[in-house]
Antibody
Framework: QVQLQQSGPGLVEPSQTLSLTCAISGDTVSSYNAAWNWIRQSPSRGLEWLGRTYYRSQWHNDYAASMRSRITINPDTSKNQFSLQLNSVTPEDTAMYYC????????????????WGQGTLVTVSS | IVLTQSPGTLSLSPGERVTLSCRASQSVTSSLLAWYQQKPGQAPRLLIYGASSRATGIPDRFSGSGSGTDFTLTISRLEPEDFAVYYCEQYGNSPRSFGQGTKLEIK
C-alpha cells in the first residue's frame, strides 16, 4: 500500500520560500512506473497542477508554465521523498498543497493520480 | 484545455441514479480523462481513468463514459458515502487541468 506523508510549515511570510516534503512508503521515488507531483487547491483557483519529478534513466522535471520561474521539485533518493520549493510567495499562493503519485499506466503520456498525500494548508501572511 | 462541469450542485436522495457532466473546450487526446471524488477534509480519490476504467477498489456503481469533448460520470445507485464533490481532470493534453467540481448533496 502506497502512502504519502507530507510535512512542512503551514505559515509562510510574503516574499519568502514555501518548502514542503512528501515522504513515500510502499514505492520508490526513482520508480520507472511513477511520477511524483505537487498539486494545490484553493477556493479561487480550484485544483491546480504545479509540477512533477520522475526518473527514466535520468531525472526529469516538468513545471506548470505559470510557476516555472519560481518552483523547484527535487527528489531525495536517500530518504525516498521529494520536495517542493516555491519562491517569492504572495497571499495568492495560500492554498492546500498536495503531493500525489502519477501511476504510469500508459508509457509516453501523462497518467492519473492514484495516491495523494494528506494535504498541507499553507497560508501566506505576515 | 478548460473543463466545465455541470451542474455545480445536485441535491439527490440515496438510491437515486445520477449523471455528472464534464465538457472540454477542445478534444481530450485519447480520452485521457479521470474522475476524482473529494470529501471534506480529504484529498481527492481516483475513481475513473481513461474515461471509463475504474480504479482499484472502486465499486461498480461508478461508471464513466465519453470521448472527444463530452464525458460523463454515472453513479447507478447513490449510497450515503457518495455525497461529495466530484472533479474531472484531463491529462491527455499538457498542461493537465481540472474541472471546477460538482457537489452532490443529500436532499
Amino acid at each position: 500500500q502506497v502512502q504519502l506523508q507530507q510535512s512542512g510549515p503551514g505559515l509562510v511570510e510574503p516574499s519568502q520560500t514555501l518548502s514542503l516534503t512528501c515522504a513515500i512508503s510502499g514505492d520508490t521515488v526513482s520508480s520507472y512506473n511513477a511520477a511524483w507531483n505537487w498539486i494545490r487547491q484553493s477556493p479561487s483557483r480550484g485544483l491546480e497542477w504545479l509540477g512533477r519529478t520522475y526518473y527514466r534513466s535520468q531525472w526529469h522535471n516538468d513545471y506548470a508554465a505559470s510557476m516555472r520561474s519560481r518552483i523547484t521539485i527535487n527528489p531525495d533518493t536517500s530518504k525516498n521523498q521529494f520536495s517542493l520549493q516555491l519562491n517569492s510567495v504572495t497571499p495568492e499562493d495560500t492554498a492546500m498543497y498536495y503531493c500525489a503519485r502519477e501511476i504510469a499506466i500508459l508509457r509516453g503520456v501523462l497518467n492519473p493520480f492514484d495516491y495523494w498525500g494528506q494535504g498541507t494548508l499553507v497560508t501566506v501572511s505576515s | 484545455i478548460v473543463l466545465t462541469q455541470s451542474p455545480g450542485t445536485l441535491s439527490l436522495s440515496p438510491g437515486e441514479r445520477v449523471t455528472l457532466s464534464c465538457r472540454a473546450s477542445q478534444s481530450v487526446t485519447s480520452s485521457l480523462l479521470a474522475w476524482y471524488q473529494q470529501k471534506p477534509g480529504q484529498a481527492p480519490r481516483l475513481l475513473i481513468y481513461g474515461a471509463s476504467s475504474r480504479a482499484t477498489g472502486i465499486p461498480d456503481r461508478f461508471s464513466g463514459s465519453g470521448s472527444g469533448t463530452d464525458f460523463t460520470l454515472t453513479i447507478s445507485r447513490l449510497e450515503p458515502e457518495d455525497f461529495a464533490v466530484y472533479y474531472c481532470e484531463q491529462y491527455g493534453n499538457s498542461p493537465r487541468s481540472f474541472g471546477q467540481g460538482t457537489k452532490l448533496e443529500i436532499k
